[in-house]
């Protein structure tokens, strides 16, 4: 059994970056199997969901984080831009080692 999103206008990511107005997106697990044309993936005993009022795109990495320092969140939240050109550090942040870190970044996602 399968996840059928169904009628979705479809953003992708694949070499040509195409838009596809209206699509049928198969999901198997964590994989995506298929994508075709409106209502031509479904099977029996599959969910099907409609999206016919849906825009479907790849999902983001964010890859400028500051997860690991969410131990220090609110130190400075009042400060201007300008303040962080400066060069300013949390004190004592250069004594964090990498599980403090990791233990941050448990602490930020449980949020």
């Known amino acids: 059994m399968a996840i059928v999103l169904s009628k979705a206008a479809v953003l992708t990511v694949d070499t040509n970056n195409r838009f596809l107005p209206a699509a049928d997106i198969r999901i198997e697990g964590r994989t995506i199997e298929a994508i075709g044309a409106p209502n031509s993936l479904a099977r029996p005993g599959d969910t099907v969901i409609d999206c016919s009022e849906a825009l479907v795109t790849p999902g983001l990495i964010n890859v400028h984080t500051h997860a690991a320092t969410a131990f220090f969140r609110g130190l400075a939240d009042d400060r201007p ?21 990791v233990s941050s970044v448990r ?4 949020a």
């Open 81 to 101: 831009r300008e303040f962080w050109s400066a060069g300013y550090a949390v004190p004592g942040q250069e004594r964090f080692t990498v599980a403090h870190h």
């Open 107 to 110: 602490a930020a996602i449980q």
